[in-house]
């Protein structure tokens, strides 16, 4: 049936009222009045609460800054973080930073990291800007020691002759790129630094172009028994003294670790700088000092594990009761040991 021709200007009418009673919106140029502002009203949903098994993935996560990828530390993070997993109830999560020398940096500023892998004279550079470091930080492990290497060229045959001479610490980020400068400023000797791959200085050793190179880290290195050099090439002696002992221990070089620079029955005195885990140190009461202390806890007691096989060698000569110079130790590590020595003596 067909629409009779005379309602359709009624229709018309009636959509064109319907369109000038709606609410029109505000033209482009329209000012609010009373010259205040117009606030837009924004309508959030409430996000919905997290459910009981992502709180239980969370409540128990340890953040530890390890250092760069081609590093020892970050692998020495990997395996404790392998041997600590327990599930829910504890999560290491290794943290790829620039360097072990600035996870210092991340342990005090970056969200969620909790513990670091640091060399000890870290500390040196925090001294004027954090005053009270030594109290924000304490150490739960004294890892093991990076020695001190003093590469020379043969016509170099002592600490003085360095003077004025191009020598390498590394490319930038590397512990020899932070403590090799510090080391040499307090032995007072004035060298020309370099910052580049030590396998490409150890070529321009060879050529004469380069006196020495600085590697610390622990022995034996790989550049150092598996390379051959010229005779003369050799370690220089670094004497430990009184300028030494706020973050650094005695250490030596010998035939054992480099049978083909070192004569048997020689020994290199050197110093080494300690490599420690060390935690932020929270206040007792709250939960992220219980998170540290139960890392503490799975750490120490399956240090065995990380002593057997599939781990790094140096696991085997940890001592758990060594002192890192320079800090005191973590309150949950302190607890652990006094235990251990409690249920010995009875």
């Not at 629409?3 to 009222?17: Q, T």
């Not at 041997?83 to 620039?98: F, I």
């Not at 970056?110 to 640091?118: M, N, Y």
């Not at 029955?265 to 700088?273: H, L, M, S």
């Amino acid at each position: 049936m067909k629409r009779s021709a005379g309602l359709r200007p009624l229709f018309l009418l009636a959509a064109l009222v319907s369109l000038l009673l709606a609410p029109q919106p505000p033209a482009a140029d329209a000012r609010p009045q009373h010259g205040q502002p117009h606030k837009a009203r924004l309508i959030r949903a409430e996000p919905p609460p997290p459910k009981p098994e992502v709180l239980a993935m969370n409540a128990w996560v340890v953040g530890l800054a390890g250092g760069l990828l081609e590093g020892a530390p970050i692998r020495l993070a990997a395996e404790i973080a392998r041997v600590t997993d327990d599930g829910d109830n504890l999560h290491v999560l290794p943290v790829v930073t620039r360097g072990a020398v600035e996870n210092l940096n991340s342990l005090l500023y970056l969200r969620g990291i909790d513990a670091a892998i640091i060399n000890s004279d870290a500390l040196e550079e925090y001294k004027s800007q954090v005053p009270d470091i030594q109290r924000r930080i304490a150490y739960v492990l004294n890892l093991f020691p990076s020695e001190l290497h003093i590469f020379v060229r043969p016509e170099i045959q002592s600490l003085s002759d360095l003077a004025g001479k191009k020598v390498n610490f590394n490319n930038q980020g590397t512990a020899a790129a932070y403590s090799g400068p510090l080391i040499f400023s307090r032995l007072g000797i004035e060298v020309e630094k370099t910052f580049i791959p030590h396998q490409i200085a150890l070529e321009q050793m060879r050529k004469g172009e380069m006196a020495a190179v600085v590697f610390i880290t622990s022995k034996p290195v790989d550049a150092f028994v598996k390379g051959r050099f010229e005779s003369g090439f050799k370690f220089l002696p670094v004497p430990y003294d009184s300028k030494f002992e706020d973050y650094y221990l005695p250490a030596a070089l010998d035939a054992a670790d480099y049978p083909n620079l070192i004569k048997p029955g020689d020994r290199i005195t050197t110093i080494a700088v300690p490599t420690a885990l060390v935690a932020f140190n929270w206040p007792a009461s709250t939960n992220r000092f219980e998170r540290v202390a139960r890392f503490v806890d799975h750490l120490f007691s399956r240090i065995d594990r990380l002593q057997g096989p599939g781990f790094d060698p140096k696991w085997k000569s940890i001592n758990l009761g060594a002192t890192v110079p320079g800090l005191t130790r973590f309150p949950a590590a302190q607890a652990w040991l006094d235990r251990q020595s409690a249920r010995a003596s009875q």
